[in-house]
């Protein structure tokens, strides 16, 4: 067993002070020269436009674009051409999806909060959205199920994909398939900050968005920040994580697996599990390093459980919630004798998988929930992608003419201890006389 390919290892307790920061910040990964290079490549769009992203193309994707856009029939050719059985799952997927995000679509509300007095909110689906599916280490066309399906069910006017171009100066086969059967209505073949840019601000070809979604590479999370000036995002997201709590109940084969597939993503993913129990631990760390050897993304995964994995052991589960709390996984999996009863005890995490079949890999692809998730710790405060990030709220108030007689001395006080007086004299002027 090589003990070093493990970052950290032991009980939890006895981590380091700065072996502990160092897990819960995951924030690091990007550095000063990604932001500038980000925001170099999103003011030579705004100012070059559809230019720009040609040669931004040339230079980074070594494709020569014709077309910005990806004709419809090129995306429902790659659809036809799909293998049948892939076809066929990534259908089920898209219906699962489907079936999942309309369940959580959003219902206006109203309420009299006094005689006279009625205010609502109102859930209005978006004009139009940009999907971001990846394509550079490795290709999502689950992606763009995630972003394309639950827009679509949302209701949003015009659902725009953008991936990057192969030498071939389309998008992969797999993403032009999967856009066309999730329903996208046009396909751009752009990728990285500059296509951000262009979905932020708009060029000659490429129209402006309400919302962009999706995950992408260091490139990708840089602009999205940047550009929150212009349009909304779903998450700052970065490299993938997961965070296993595990008792005796657990099989460590299981727990290893579910480990190696976040590290394959990633060299900078973060894969912990925390036991209940040294025993455990170890034949997690074993099983763990036996699966890294024969991995097909060694190096990846090598260098992510080097940098970032860690096999940790705690006295009881009531030991391990606070952890989880302040990790605040992207993916967590509760593999305990009784994963439901322990599921409120859960909290900040992207998404939680209850019960060690709940593989992670089934959520990313069929289950129906989105794998569009927030990382580094943000699950204390951002939730995973869902149908209502494709709507945006309109409140509405209605006075009637007693209830703004009623309102107009208390508001008129409250305006005056403000020092606002045209608003004291505009509620005043409803009083009886």
């Not at 720009?52 to 910005?68: I, V």
């Not at 752009?190 to 590479?217: C, E, F, K, M």
């Not at 952890?323 to 993916?331: L, R, S």
Request: proline letters at 6%; glycine letters at 8%; one cysteine or more.
């Amino acid at each position: 067993m090589n003990p070093s390919l493990l970052k950290y290892r032991g009980r939890l307790a006895a981590l380091s002070p700065e072996a502990r920061r160092r897990l819960l910040d995951r924030t690091g990964t990007s550095d000063s020269r990604v932001a500038q290079r980000t925001a170099d490549i999103i003011a030579r769009v705004r100012r070059d436009g559809d230019k720009a992203l040609r040669d931004m193309a040339r230079e980074f994707d070594r494709a020569e674009l014709q077309s910005l856009e990806v004709p419809r029939s090129v995306c429902e050719e790659a659809l036809a051409s799909l293998e049948p059985r892939l076809k066929d799952a990534l259908a089920r997927a898209a219906r699962n999806i489907a079936k999942a995000h309309a369940a959580q679509k959003p219902q206006a509300t109203e309420v009299e909060t006094e005689p006279g007095i009625l205010v609502g909110r109102r859930p209005d689906p978006l004009g139009r959205v940009g999907v971001y599916a990846p394509g550079g280490r490795a290709v999502y066309p689950s992606s763009v199920l995630m972003g394309v399906v639950p827009a679509k069910v949302a209701g949003v006017g015009e659902v725009i994909v953008c991936s990057p171009p192969g030498p071939d100066g389309k998008p992969s086969a797999g993403v032009l398939a999967a856009a066309a059967l999730a329903g996208a209505d046009r396909v751009f073949a752009l990728g990285g900050a500059g296509a951000v840019a262009a979905l932020a601000y708009g060029t000659q070809s490429v129209p402006r968005v309400d919302r962009i979604v999706g995950p992408g590479n260091a490139y990708v999370a840089a602009a999205k920040l940047q550009v929150v000036d212009a349009v909304a995002i779903d998450a700052p997201a970065g490299p993938s994580e997961i965070l296993v709590v595990a008792d005796s109940s657990a099989d460590p084969e299981a727990v290893a697996r579910e480990m190696l597939a976040q590290a394959e993503h990633d060299p900078d993913a973060c894969c912990v599990t925390v036991t209940v129990g040294d025993v455990l631990a170890k034949a997690v760390a074993t099983a763990v390093e036996r699966a890294a050897a024969r991995a097909k993304r060694q190096e990846i995964v090598t260098k992510a459980l080097s940098e970032r994995g860690a096999v940790l052991s705690v006295d009881s589960l009531e030991e391990a919630w606070p952890f989880v709390a302040e990790f605040a996984p992207e993916h967590l999996l509760i593999a305990t004798t009784s994963p439901m009863a322990d599921l409120p005890k859960a909290r900040n995490a992207g998404t939680v998988f209850v019960g060690q079949y709940a593989s992670v890999a089934y959520g990313d692809y069929m289950t129906g929930a989105n794998h569009v998730l927030p990382t580094a710790g943000l699950a204390r405060a951002y939730s995973g992608l869902s149908v209502l990030d494709f709507y945006r709220w309109t409140t509405y108030q209605r006075v009637t003419r007693d209830a703004a007689a009623r309102l107009a001395e208390d508001v008129g006080l409250l305006a005056d201890s403000e020092g606002l007086f045209a608003h004291a004299e505009a509620a005043r002027g409803w009083r009886k006389s």
